[in-house]
Nanobody, 116 residues
């Protein structure tokens, strides 16, 4: 059983928006800082956005700053990534996991394709 299950990806035109969701199945979710990561073939997985356990502090990769917003609902064990003004270079498989360079807990991810 995956600890995290991502959903919400799809095909969108440049400038469009997508909302990704991550459902967590672990009991300690509410005390974990969480993050969204993305990966494309031939490239290392990179951190896109992070959020503290209570949701009060966020951080973003420079490439998505001002366009993406990470949020969480601990009562529902959910982490959300709202992606606006999407660019072709945002095309990747998106994963959620704990922040802090996790080595386990990876789900299947959700594919985001930005293309005209």
């Amino acid at each position: 059983q995956a600890q995290f299950v991502e959903s919400g990806g799809g095909l969108v035109q440049p400038g469009g928006s997508l909302r990704l969701s991550c459902a967590a199945s672990i009991n300690i979710f509410r005390i974990l800082p969480m993050a969204w990561y993305r990966q494309t073939p031939g490239k290392q997985r990179e951190l896109v956005a992070g959020i503290t356990s209570g949701g009060g502090t966020t951080r973003y990769a420079d490439s998505v700053k001002g366009r993406f917003t990470i949020s969480r609902d601990n009562a529902k064990s959910l982490v959300v990534l709202q992606m606006n003004s999407l660019k072709p270079e945002d095309t990747a498989t998106y994963y959620c996991n704990r922040d802090g360079s996790p080595t386990a807990g990876w789900g299947q991810g959700t594919q985001v394709t930005v293309s005209s």
